[in-house]
């Protein structure tokens, strides 16, 4: 998605210091404030989504329930894509306890990030899915990363 992609890059640019160079910037006067950038009301927006959502979720003692319904909000304010929200909003342990008969309630927490993460180092060692899909899971593993550190300092 464009706008998401976009809100990704400036995430990326604000820690590396770069934003400035690949970034045009708003200036009342040109030769005076050179070094200003702003950012459009989107943007801001997305941003301000972003945080409200990680101030409410917890990557990292997480319910399936609750995950689903953080993808759904990442979704709705445009801060992934449809690719991204299947890999959120996909209950692996309903699945599972459906296959095995067995009673699912969908609220044992746990920790996604480490979750995804492990999911990622198993597909690496055992080559079970495409480049794009690798990429999708590593962008995943990002946005939980980046929600995380978000909590941490609201």
Partial sequence: MMISNQYNQIQ???????MANQYQSTQADNSKHADKVTFS???EQMRQAEQDIA??????NISEIEQVQMAKELKANGLIDDKQF???????????AMHLGIEYT?????NVLQDAKNDLDF???????TEEGIQ????FIALLERLKG???TA
């Fill in 12 to 18: 990326s640019t604000t820690k590396t210091g770069m």
């Fill in 41 to 43: 009301d989107k943007a």
């Fill in 55 to 60: 101030n409410r979720y917890n990557v990292t």
């Fill in 86 to 96: 299947l890999m959120m909003s996909l209950e692996k342990r309903k699945g599972m």
């Fill in 106 to 110: 969908g609220d044992q927490k746990r």
């Fill in 123 to 129: 597909t690496l060692q055992n080559g079970g899915d």
């Fill in 136 to 139: 999708i899971r590593e962008n």
């Fill in 150 to 152: 978000m909590k941490s």
